[in-house]
């Protein structure tokens, strides 16, 4: 009989750390749901972190690197919660899926997973190992549904919930694709114009020793420093996009960084309208689709702290955490952070004191995802008109500022 460490949170979302004596990982894991704990957390006393025996010899997975993309996470989850609603087993399930996967990293996970599973351990227990395709949300919402006895439904949520966050993304993701492609295609153009075309026409209005005006010699100063400047403006036009990336991808990467980015961000005119939207969307649909699954309300708030994607809301859910955790209602502290407007957090007091805390943030979700799709649609229809009178104006002043000179020529001859 051997002795583990464990840590939990209990009922009310108050952590718990304490001792159980089992026969093995599995069987202490079981002994601490009974009590009606959430495990987090198993160490076996004296060793390291508990794992449950296969009974026999791992194939092997292969190499393989990177991460399993979004996409092909939520196809299996639906997939698996199909077959699950159907009745069958999760190892039979996990079988299935794999032998219809393409070799990669997606088929040697699952086959690593069949074998955990086989050997003993859960489900959730399989996900965890496997980081490069299931995050913390993943993990603990299953775990929930197997505490539960619900699996089946919490796969299904989980599946509703991945391809709502994709259908989210793809939205803002689109709204950028048609303006970084105009706005692309237009530097293109211009540059063309200023190494080939501007100087030509130079070399004409020197041979004719004509006064330029104004336009026409900042026209020509600019295909100069194109063509000729330190470092030469192609090079500046070329690379400075990619430096500028790199720039903000180092920025980043601190969680300063992060966070004072994220705060100019959200205060940008027009586009911070839309982060906001976003990020309200995302964590209140994260937190009432781990609610709704029996996750501690402590534990859910942690996990869309991690998952929420920008920093200033993942600090406003820290603040409501450590609130809660003093025995205040999720709606006051969220309140004092000023990161939503007064209906969200109006409605969220509304469902605490009807018991229907999930509910009402799914509702908020779908509520902002819907704002947001309209926000999307009404800015890219903004943007086309703009980007048209942008690029037409250049090309005009390009045109007109070439042409100038040849008039003043013209009627120097005539």
């Not at 718990?16 to 093995?24: L, M, N, Q, T, Y």
């Not at 993990?139 to 599946?159: K, P, S, Y």
């Amino acid at each position: 009989m051997a002795t583990f460490t464990y840590e939990a949170m209990n009922q009310a979302g108050q952590e718990v750390k304490d001792e159980i004596e089992a026969p093995s990982a599995e069987d202490a894991l079981a002994k601490i749901r009974n009590l009606g704990f959430f495990p987090t957390r198993l160490r076996e006393k004296g060793g390291t972190k508990a794992k449950a025996a296969t009974g026999g010899k791992k194939k092997s997975a292969g190499f393989s690197i990177g991460r399993v993309s979004t996409k092909q996470i939520t196809l299996f989850t639906r997939q698996l919660s199909t077959l699950q609603d159907a009745g069958l087993p999760i190892l039979r399930s996990l079988n299935i899926l794999q032998d219809q996967q393409k070799p990669g990293l997606m088929k040697n996970i699952l086959r690593t997973m069949a074998e955990d599973i086989e050997g003993g351990t859960t489900l959730s227990e399989a996900c965890g190992r496997q980081p490069k395709a299931f995050d913390r949300l993943y993990v603990n919402m299953v775990a929930a549904g197997e505490t539960g006895g619900v699996l089946d439904l919490i796969l299904q949520r989980l599946a509703d919930f991945m391809e709502k966050a994709q259908k989210l993304k793809r939205q803002v993701i689109g709204a950028m694709v048609y303006p970084a492609g105009v706005v692309t295609f237009s530097v293109v153009i211009v540059t063309g114009i200023m190494i080939v075309v501007i100087p030509k026409f130079k070399d004409i209005f020197m041979d004719f020793d004509v006064t330029l005006p104004g336009p026409t010699l900042f026209l020509m100063g600019a295909s100069d420093w194109v063509t000729q400047g330190m470092p030469p403006g192609w090079a500046v036009i070329l690379f400075g996009p990619l430096a500028i990336f790199m720039l903000f991808k180092l920025i980043r990467s601190s969680k300063g960084g992060r966070y004072t980015t994220d705060v100019i961000g959200v205060k940008v005119p027009i586009l911070g309208g839309l982060l906001r939207k976003s990020a309200i969307a995302r964590f209140t649909r994260t937190l009432g689709t781990l609610i709704s699954a029996g996750v501690p309300i402590l534990e859910a708030i942690n996990i869309t702290r991690d998952t929420v994607g920008n920093e200033v809301y993942a600090r406003a859910m820290q603040k409501c955490h450590d609130a809660i955790r003093e025995g205040e209602s999720f709606a006051a502290p969220l309140r004092q952070t000023n990161t939503c407007d007064g209906l969200v957090v109006n409605m969220i007091d509304v469902g605490e004191e009807t018991g229907e805390l999930d509910k009402m943030l799914l509702k908020i979700a779908d509520n902002f995802e819907e704002e947001l799709d309209v926000a999307v649609k009404s800015m890219t229809s903004l943007l086309e008109p703009v980007m048209i009178v942008g690029l037409g104006g250049a090309v005009g002043f390009i045109v007109v500022a070439l042409f100038m000179p040849l008039v003043e020529l013209i009627q120097a001859v005539t």
